[in-house]
């Protein structure tokens, strides 16, 4: 089982930036897709954006030109760069991990969450 554990949220006002990151520890072959979601309160958890194991990015709509995800694959690690954060921006971010813990099979992982709130 591989254990995903994020850090880097927070309080910070509109335009402000936070750098999320989530460390990825366990019984790891290698490390497919990584991705960011996040759910805001009274709402489903939404894609935020997504990496590939060869650094190819997708990203929701809503996020383009402001977030920028990336990873260290010798650290095992993904990260979040989030720039002119909203308001809107506001909810519980998670880490999400598409890996092998041996080949031939494939598993999941979800992170705690990390809680980022964008306010004045």
């Known amino acids: 089982q591989v254990q995903l554990v994020e850090s880097g949220g927070g309080l910070v006002q509109p335009g402000g930036s936070l750098r999320l990151s989530c460390a990825a520890s366990g019984s790891i072959f290698s490390i497919n897709a990584m991705g960011w979601y996040r759910q805001a309160p009274g709402k489903q958890r939404e894609l935020v954006a997504v990496?590939?194991?060869?650094?190819?990015?997708n990203y929701a709509d809503s996020v383009k030109g402001r977030f920028t995800i990336s990873r260290d694959n010798a650290k095992n690690t993904m990260y979040l760069q989030m720039n002119s954060l909203k308001p809107e921006d506001t909810a519980v971010y998670y880490c999400h991990a598409n890996y092998l813990p041996k080949p031939s099979i494939t598993l999941i992982s979800w992170g705690q969450g990390t809680q980022v709130t964008v306010s004045s």
């Open positions: 990496i590939t194991s060869g650094s190819t990015t």
